[in-house]
């Protein structure tokens, strides 16, 4: 069935350090994918998604490139701050008949001025 | 444009007691999902309604858990009684595609973190 792997956190950096998460994926068909972020306290948010091979989603500096070749779609920022401490989340969404997210477990952040 | 709303954003109850939890998604938004997200996970779906019709409901535990969406609006979710291990916190998400409609983004509310004693 489909499923998504992530990096096993949590993960501490310092001010305007590089991020990298990892996420790859398995499914079948051409899924649609997606980050997710938790802020203390909140509720999901989508952070950027990518809805077919090669496209990059990108938003508040963070992008990720939909690699089907790899079956991956790893965060990156180039330079993060205090205020991105959360929990970011890879997803999934096969786009069939029910089009359901299947999630990672999550990778915490934190960042460290 | 509000989003999705939940009540109550906390809850703590006794083991074999019963609690029920409110979504109000976001207007207009025919697809509502209740998911489950326990403590280091990620959100796993319980059910999902399209309109006030289950569209999928194959992992919600239905010997205890259960949810209606009357008028194809707000969303009720229940569990009778509640286990240990329950516990979690419990997303409403709506979306505005109809299932089916392929890429699928989903909007959550704040959740209802539930703890059972």
């Known amino acids: 069935g489909n499923s998504v792997t992530q990096m096993e956190g949590p993960v501490t950096l310092s001010e305007e350090a590089f991020l990298t998460i990892n996420c790859t994926y398995t499914?079948?068909?051409?899924?649609?994918l997606f980050w997710y972020v938790q802020y203390p306290g909140e509720g999901l948010q989508l952070l950027l998604k990518?809805?077919?091979?090669?496209d990059k989603g990108s938003n508040k500096g963070f992008e990720a490139t939909y690699r089907k070749e790899t079956t991956s779609f790893h965060l990156e920022k180039g330079s993060v701050q205090v205020s991105d401490s959360a929990v970011y989340f890879c997803?999934?969404?096969?786009?069939?008949?029910?089009?359901?997210?299947?999630f990672g477990k999550g990778t915490k952040l934190s960042v460290k001025p | 444009e509000a989003g999705v709303a939940q009540s109550p954003r906390y809850k703590i109850i006794e083991k074999r007691q019963s609690v029920a939890f409110w979504c109000n998604p976001i207007?207009?938004?025919?697809?509502l999902y209740w998911y489950q997200q326990i403590l280091g996970q990620g959100p796993k779906l319980l059910i999902q309604?399209?309109?006030?019709?289950?569209?999928?409901d194959s992992q919600l535990p239905k010997d205890r858990f259960s949810a209606e969406r009357l008028k194809g609006v707000d969303s009720t979710l229940k569990i009778q009684p509640a286990k240990l291990e329950d516990s979690a916190v419990y997303l409403c998400?709506?979306?505005?595609?109809?299932?089916?409609?392929?890429?699928?983004?989903?909007?959550f509310g704040p959740g209802t973190r539930l703890t059972v004693l």
């Open positions: 998400a709506s979306s505005p595609r109809l299932a089916g409609g392929g890429y699928n983004e989903q909007f």
């Open positions: 499914a079948t068909g051409y899924p649609s």
């Open positions: 990518a809805t077919k091979a090669d």
């Open positions: 997803a999934l969404s096969d786009g069939g008949s029910q089009g359901n997210l299947i």
């Open positions: 207007s207009g938004h025919a697809t």
């Open positions: 309604f399209q309109n006030n019709g289950v569209v999928d």
